[in-house]
């Protein structure tokens, strides 16, 4: 059992109209490498990696872990959803609850795949952990981040200032609430 829920990580694929909400496989690096050295996706995350860097640290399997879910559309990876514990470090309103991060390759913008996926996400979480609430943090400046936000059902707990930038928290009460 992870902290994610009742069974062994990951779930069974997640399909949705589009997209499938999968485990991450070695035919997966690209994409990762791709995400994580992209200027445009890491414009509200303090800057992009160096390609070199990236590529010389991403594991042959990137996202192995509970909570990583690749976001494929017709075979090929668009995207990363994460859900995760917020921990000790995290503002004092989100700490224990559950976290939803995502990113997607900027050829997917626009085009309704993040909410798809995230919301799928969150369904199934919904499914196996009905009592979490569940937080989402964003710089203000991110208007995309702000509109999903509000579409997945998130509602502003405090605005505050980290990493230069003023920063935004919401929070999506519990499917049982």
């Known amino acids: 059992m992870t902290d994610l829920g009742p069974g062994p990580w990951p779930?069974?694929?997640?399909?949705?109209?589009?997209?499938?909400?999968?485990?991450?496989?070695?035919?997966?690096?690209a994409g990762f490498v791709e995400l994580y050295a992209s200027q445009e996706v890491h414009t509200y995350l303090g800057g992009a990696k160096p390609r070199e860097e990236v590529e010389r640290e991403m594991p042959a399997?990137?996202?192995?872990?509970?909570?990583?879910?690749?976001?494929?559309?017709?075979?090929?990876?668009?995207?990363?959803?994460?859900l995760r514990r917020a921990s000790e470090h995290a503002r004092p309103a989100a700490v224990g609850k559950v976290d939803l991060g995502y990113l997607f390759l900027p050829r997917a913008?626009?085009?309704?795949?993040?909410?798809?996926?995230?919301?799928?996400?969150?369904?199934?979480?919904?499914?196996?952990?009905?009592?979490?609430?569940?937080v989402l943090a964003t710089q203000t400046a991110n208007t995309r981040s702000l509109r999903l936000a509000a579409k997945l059902g998130f509602a502003e707990v405090e605005r505050f200032w980290a990493w230069d930038a003023e920063q935004w928290?919401?929070?999506?009460?519990?499917?049982?609430?």
Do not use: F, K
Request: glycine share 12%; proline share 11%; charged share 20%.
């Open 61 to 82: 399997v990137p996202g192995q872990w509970p909570g990583s879910l690749v976001v494929e559309l017709d075979g090929a990876m668009i995207g990363h959803v994460l």
């Open 109 to 134: 913008w626009g085009q309704g795949y993040a909410v798809e996926a995230c919301g799928a996400a969150l369904d199934w979480l919904d499914g196996v952990l009905p009592e979490e609430p569940v």
């Open 11 to 29: 779930p069974a694929p997640v399909p949705t109209e589009r997209l499938v909400l999968r485990a991450a496989e070695a035919r997966d690096r």
């Open 169 to 177: 928290l919401g929070l999506r009460p519990a499917a049982s609430a």
